[in-house]
């Protein structure tokens, strides 16, 4: 079945250092992508996605590119901060027609020190 | 209006009881989905709703689980014979519909089974 590998955390950075998340997926047919971010004591929010091959999504400073041929969507950002620090959460959803909901990875905590 | 809300936000329960959780959507949003996520593990889809169609129950982990939702309101997971592997925290979210639009998700049940 379709399922998403990421990178086991945690991450610790320093401020303005530069972030790379991995992850990978495998699944039939072509999923839309998407990164979901938990901030301490938050709810899961969509951080940015992506629906078909080589779109690129971005926010918050945050890139993701939908990668087909490495079945990729790794997580970038040029400079982190502090507040950045969160659990980040890689998930894929089956455009094909079938069950609807998201499939995620096991989440990367990821720590950003001052 | 106001995001998705989930009650209990923590629910302590003894093992072999029954427990309820309960979801509200974000008014006018047809799709409601069950997640769970243990320790350590990503989310889980558990159930899926849209309208007034047959629910996907693809996702329930054994019998002892389920879910109603009236129309397109509120709706509650109900857990029977709880056991200590169903300790876990448990994630509605809600959609606009079936197909690429974002799920935005309330901020979870945290149930532990003694």
């Known amino acids: 079945g379709d399922s998403v590998t990421q990178m086991e955390g945690p991450v610790t950075l320093s401020e303005e250092a530069f972030l790379t998340i991995n992850c990978t997926y495998t699944?039939?047919?072509?999923?839309?992508l998407f990164w979901y971010v938990q901030y301490p004591g938050e709810g899961l929010q969509l951080l940015l996605k992506?629906?078909?091959?080589?779109d690129k999504g971005s926010n918050k400073g945050f890139e993701a590119t939908y990668r087909k041929e490495t079945t990729s969507f790794h997580l970038e950002k040029g400079s982190v901060q502090v507040s950045d620090s969160a659990v980040y959460f890689c998930?894929?959803?089956?455009?094909?027609?079938?069950?609807?909901?998201?499939?995620f990875g096991k989440g990367t905590h990821l720590i950003i020190q001052p | 209006g106001a995001g998705v809300s989930q009650s209990p936000s923590n629910k302590v329960t003894e093992k072999g009881k029954d427990v309820e959780l309960r979801c509200d959507p974000i008014?006018?949003?047809?799709?409601l989905y069950w997640y769970r996520q243990r320790l350590g593990q990503g989310l889980e889809f558990l159930i899926y709703?849209?309208?007034?169609?047959?629910?996907?129950k693809s996702g329930l982990p054994s019998d002892r689980f389920s879910a109603e939702r009236t129309g397109e309101s509120v709706s509650t997971l109900t857990i029977q014979r709880t056991q200590q592997e169903d300790s876990a925290v448990y994630l509605c979210?809600?959609?606009?519909?079936?197909?690429?639009?974002?799920?935005?998700f309330g901020p979870g049940t945290r149930l532990l089974v003694l």
């Open positions: 979210a809600s959609s606009l519909g079936r197909g690429r639009e974002t799920q935005y």
């Open positions: 699944a039939t047919g072509y999923p839309s």
């Open positions: 992506a629906t078909k091959a080589d």
């Open positions: 998930a894929l959803r089956y455009s094909g027609g079938g069950a609807d909901g998201l499939t």
């Open positions: 008014s006018g949003h047809t799709a």
């Open positions: 709703f849209q309208g007034n169609s047959a629910p996907d």
